[in-house]
């Protein structure tokens, strides 16, 4: 997972990483997008809400990682 803003970055990740269980809101347009500053692997959350425009191909490679659920 990346964001474009390395301060923006520094404190997601350091949320993250100080965090039991970790919910990440992006909506269909940001799923496999690449950014500047990568905050961290999708072995540090545990579900991902975004919205239902996000194409199956994408939703069955999430589905292996986290929980996920689309509104």
Do not use: H, P
Not at 16 to 43: E, G, L, Q
């Amino acid at each position: 997972m990346s964001v474009q803003n390395v301060q923006d970055g520094v404190t997601k990740g350091f949320l993250i990483n100080r965090s039991k269980w970790v919910c990440c809101m992006a909506d269909s347009t940001k799923v496999d997008k690449t950014f500047y500053y990568n905050i961290s692997d999708w072995d540090s959350i545990n579900v991902l809400v975004t919205d239902t425009a996000l194409s199956e191909m994408k939703a069955e490679k999430y589905k292996n990682k986290v929980e996920l659920i689309r509104v």
